[in-house]
């Protein structure tokens, strides 16, 4: 109530000013403050300042783009899915605080001033749907190559592109109605990350991909392999602990998309996992 009181109290410059910050994709402070009017009231005030980008910059783009290369030749060659590949995967350079390891032990410095930062990045991206530029053309093409995506028990099924043409704003609001059954936006931005690694493979020979994809599988396949690395580094205790409604480590949501650690290196692998019946030269041994 008193945060709801407060927001009403604002003057239009300064809601202007919040809602400008919020649909920036920047990382921001805000605090409280008391700014005079006359001399006998005062009404709240707020002092956004901002506090470095956590959004897709250079170093994150080329990380990113890094990995979907990877990704491409990987299945273009028909290499066995071996360690390998995942050690080049992690030759891009992160833009994440966990950059040394996943438990941050070389880097508690630099980890201890942006703990949250990611969690609440996808938190704000989730709760206003925001996703990457050709996000829904892509999902257009990924479900010419399967039977649909089930997200959350909901599925969009591959009729959806007889139906309508990927550009169409009716598909964009189709797939986003599905992605909103997902009642927690973190982990619906960790969804929409799945389904952006899994589009990925839409430029790929590869006729099918298996008839229902269920993401959310993938995303908690991705989710065990971390908490299986973080274990690998000796990490106990509230580094492990996950999030009651969808089961997902709390460390996990607050992980930067790409770098050596990066959410998309283990969506990756769980996907190659998920699909591996599918992938060219699947008699290749898996280490």
């Known amino acids: 109530e008193e945060a709801s009181e407060s927001l009403m109290n604002l003057s239009p410059f300064d809601m202007k000013n919040l809602l400008h910050h919020i649909l920036s994709g920047k990382e921001f402070g805000v605090e409280r403050s008391l700014r005079p009017v006359d001399s006998s009231s005062s009404s709240p005030a707020i002092s956004i300042h901002e506090m470095g980008h956590s959004g897709a910059t250079k170093t994150e783009r080329s990380g990113i783009t890094k990995l979907k290369s990877e990704m491409k030749q990987f299945f273009h060659e028909g290499h066995s899915m071996s360690s390998s590949m995942f050690t080049s995967m992690r030759g891009s350079t992160p833009s994440s605080p966990t950059s040394t390891s996943p438990t941050g032990s070389k880097g508690d410095t ?79 931005q960790l969804l929409v990350e799945a389904i952006l690694v899994l589009t990925f493979l839409s430029d790929i020979e590869v006729n099918s991909i298996g008839g229902i994809i269920h993401v959310d599988r993938i995303v908690h396949m991705a989710n065990d392999l971390f908490l299986q690395e973080l274990k690998s580094f000796g990490a106990t205790g509230s580094i492990l602990e996950k999030d009651v409604a969808t089961g997902i480590c709390h460390f996990f949501y607050d992980s930067a998309p790409s770098g050596a650690y990066g959410t998309m290196t283990y969506l990756t692998k769980a996907i190659i996992i998920y699909l591996h019946d599918f992938l060219p030269n699947t008699g290749c041994a898996m280490q």
Not at 113 to 133: F, H
Request: aromatic content about 10%; proline content about 6%; glycine content about 8%.
């Open 110 to 188: 630099s980890w201890g001033g942006r703990k949250g930062q990611w969690l609440r990045r996808r938190r704000l991206d989730g709760a206003i749907n925001r996703v990457p530029l050709g996000f829904y053309e892509q999902v257009w093409k990924i479900l010419q190559k399967c039977h649909g995506l089930s997200i959350d028990g909901y599925v969009l099924p591959s009729s959806t592109t007889k139906e309508m043409t990927p550009c169409e704003i009716k598909f964009a609001v189709h797939v986003e109605s599905v992605l909103n059954h997902v009642p927690q936006p973190e982990y619906r």
